[in-house]
C-alpha cells in the first residue's frame, strides 16, 4: 500500500488520480464490501458533520442496506472518516475536492475523469458514470500502474481495514461497527497474527517459565508450579 500511496495513480493534481485516492479513502475507511453499492453510490451519500468535541469535521456514509447492514435511509455505516487537520491530502480534503469537481449533470458519484484539467478548471468529470467492470477493476487498475508486486482486488482493501484495526488492538465487536459484520466468526478469516504479536507471546510463555525476557527481567506471571497445579486438579 505504500508503493501505491506514493505513485503518481494517487496525484490529486488530476481527475484519475484524484478518484483513485478518494475511491481507496472510501472503501478503507468505510469497509465496503468489494463491489457492493459502488455503481449505485450518489455524492449526497456522503455526509459532513462536525465532532462536537472535538470540533473535527468527518464524513460518514449513508447505509445502503447491503449484506452487512440493516436497510434505513436515515442511518451511516458505522465507520467515520475523520479530516487530518491541516494535511491537504487528508481524506476529508480530497472527498470535499472531489465531490466539489464533479459533473453537476451526472448523479453519479464515480463519473469518467477528463483527461486533462487544471486547479482553476471546475468541472474535472464528464457527464458520464463509470461501469460496473471498471469499478470492480478499481483496484487492479491503481495497484498495476503503481507497480505493485502483486495485484489487488477491491475487497482486499476490506480486508486491510479488519486487519489494521485487529492489530491495532481494536476489539471485535468495535471492528464489526465499522466493516458491518454481524458476529465475530464472520471475521475471523480476515484476521493473522502479526510477528510482533507472535515474539510477544513468545516471551510472556518464557516471562511464566521464568525465563529472562530481553531486558534480563521477568513478567509478573504465576509460577509453572501454580499453572501445573492448576491442570492437575481439573485432570
Excluded at 33 to 49: S, T
Excluded at 159 to 175: F, K
Excluded at 194 to 214: C, F, R, V, W, Y
Amino acid at each position: 500500500m505504500d508503493r501505491i500511496q506514493a505513485s503518481a495513480s494517487l496525484d490529486t493534481t488530476t481527475a484519475s488520480g484524484l478518484q483513485n485516492k478518494v475511491f481507496i479513502d472510501t472503501m478503507v475507511y468505510f469497509a465496503n464490501r468489494g463491489m457492493e453499492n459502488l455503481r449505485v453510490m450518489k455524492p449526497e451519500d456522503f455526509l459532513l458533520q462536525t465532532e462536537a468535541e472535538s470540533g473535527r469535521e468527518f464524513y460518514s456514509l449513508k447505509d445502503f442496506g447491503t449484506k452487512n447492514h440493516a436497510m434505513d435511509d436515515t442511518a451511516s455505516q458505522g465507520g467515520r472518516m475523520y479530516e487530518i487537520q491541516g494535511n491537504p491530502r487528508g481524506p476529508v480534503a480530497t472527498l470535499k475536492k472531489y465531490l466539489d469537481k464533479l459533473n453537476p449533470q451526472c448523479q453519479w458519484m464515480w463519473q469518467r475523469p477528463k483527461k486533462m484539467v487544471t486547479e482553476d478548471v471546475s468541472v474535472w468529470y464528464d457527464n458520464s458514470p463509470l461501469g460496473r467492470d471498471t469499478l470492480q477493476n478499481m483496484m487492479k487498475k491503481i495497484s498495476m500502474a503503481a507497480g505493485c508486486t502483486k495485484v489487488y482486488t477491491n475487497h482486499c482493501l476490506r480486508a486491510t481495514t479488519v486487519t489494521l484495526l485487529d492489530h491495532a488492538g481494536c476489539v471485535n465487536r468495535d471492528i464489526m461497527t465499522v466493516s458491518g459484520h454481524r458476529s465475530e466468526t464472520s471475521i475471523k478469516h480476515y484476521v493473522s497474527t502479526s510477528e510482533g504479536k507472535k515474539e510477544q507471546m513468545s516471551d510472556i510463555i518464557s516471562a511464566t517459565l521464568n525465563h529472562p525476557g530481553p531486558s534480563g527481567s521477568t513478567l509478573n506471571m504465576p509460577r509453572p508450579s501454580a499453572i501445573f497445579r492448576h491442570f492437575d486438579a481439573h485432570e
